[in-house]
């Protein structure tokens, strides 16, 4: 889902199997941190913390990036739940902005 939403789409020649390398490799308290909305154990949208976007002005991070969810979850909060557990999870980790 991250693959077509953010590579594909956007023309970003990153690999397949970089993309799946990056997000196997997040943690719950380690930026990058990668949360994932599930029904029936399957994947209906992500959204991610990073420490930095924009590296020449550091005073921006935490970072939300890469909010999606499945077409057809759309307009029924899972976004609205990402982004509240993202600010849930900022601010266990010690950050009063996001």
Known sequence: MIYKE???KTGNSME???VVKHFSN???H???ITLVALVNEKCIGTVSILENDLHIRE???????????KPEYRGRGVGQELV???ISVVKELGYKEL
């Open 6 to 8: 953010f590579i594909v």
């Open 59 to 69: 005073l921006y991070k935490p970072w939300l990036a890469s909010l999606n969810t």
């Open 84 to 86: 509240a557990k993202t």
């Open 30 to 32: 380690i930026f990058p």
């Open 16 to 18: 397949w199997e970089n």
């Open 26 to 28: 997040t943690t719950d």
